[in-house]
């Protein structure tokens, strides 16, 4: 399971989505990225819980919502945005 | 009042009332937004610029740096305001674990009344205890280990987790103690906050922020209205809270008790033509949060010492003016009070 970093957060502004990091390092993001960080805040995540939300959102296929939520996962592991919950 | 200022007020009223902008215009020139990102900054109320900027139509044009400054900007407002808020829970807890009662004055307290409380600045933490329980907090404290530094008030601060903590051993900053309503209350809530505006604004100065506060808490807190303004002509503030009902409703579009349309009452006065806040507005803007940022203030801040206790005098001093207008009662105790405790030697 993982969890969205608490020094990371996703602001939007009249359509306008900026990452940012408690670094003060921050990136403009899409509203794609930004709507998948918000299904991802509520709480602890994994790819089956992300893809299920992105499914529903997206009207995507089961298989194509887990290949998906598995990327957003890994990239945001590896832009250290996101810690793992040990089991 | 230019009309960069009338802008940056529309924004402020929008994110405060949650209400898109009226009469905005469609294109302004980036030094322009700016000033107003630099205005928003000195009156800490840039959480409600940000609101406000967000509730502008989409015709508006608003440039994309702008837009990037005001978002890093909510971002840190937000995460200090959790850590504020997370501090006054866990400080109150340890208090309330040593069976005392603390109060949290303001800030925390107040933030609850905006739209979003996340994005009222909050920088320390006000606690009040009453006169039985005070000492017995302080020896809470000195049992942490933390250091107490005395102010000049009566009050004392101390750190925790990074966050000032301001303890008080009066509720109302006031001398009078007559009429006062009881604590907890909605009255003495109102009052509290609205002295808190006047004793600054007898100084040093005062921010938009606290004027927000009470905008806020006039729309919230649900008061009695006879009560209020009964208190408010009891304890010698009924002038003052007019002038400020004058600058809430203005500037800030606020309801208040004193608004058009109700009867005139022989005992409360409501109901009069309000007085001009366009002087108080003017000292608002000019010194910013606390007056700090009035170039010669700035300055003194810096030195410290007996030169910061002696400009504080004499910028009470130039009040003169305003505290006899509006508050005589209260510029005698408060000058004796400076007197007291600004040049004792430190």
Known sequence: MFRLRKDCSVMTLRGK??????????????????????????????????????????????????????????LWSDYGLVEAIPE | MSPLEQHFLTLVRSGLREQPAEDFPQVLPLPHWQAILDMARKQTVTGLVFRGVGLLPDEVQVPDNIMFSLMMEAERIKRQSALVSETAAEVCARF???????????????????????LRESGDIDLYYSPEEFEKACAVVRAEGRSLAPASDGSVHYDWNGIDIDQHRQYFDLHTRKGLPPVPSAEATLLMLSVHILKHCMGAGIGLRQFCDMAAAYRSVPYDREKLLACYKATGTAHWNRLLAAFLERYLGAATPYSAGDPVSPVTGAGEPLPDPAGLLAFVLAG????????????????????????TLLRFLRRLPFSLRYAPREWLGELAALARGNLRPE
């Open chain 2, 288 to 311: 910013g949060n606390f007056g700090h940022h009035d170039a010669a203030r700035e300055k003194v801040l810096k030195e410290g010492g007996l030169r910061r206790k002696t400009d």
């Open chain 2, 96 to 118: 309330e674990a040593a069976g005392l009662h603390p109060v949290v004055l303001k800030g925390p307290e107040v933030a609850r009344l905006y739209p979003d409380p996340s």
């Open chain 1, 17 to 74: 989505h900026l990452l940012i990091r408690g670094t003060g390092k921050a990136l403009e993001v899409n509203g794609s990225f930004a709507r998948i960080w918000d299904m991802a805040s509520g709480g602890p995540f994994d790819a089956a819980l992300l893809a299920a939300k992105m499914q529903e959102e997206y009207e995507l296929s089961g298989e194509e919502a887990l290949a998906e939520a598995g990327k957003m996962i890994r």
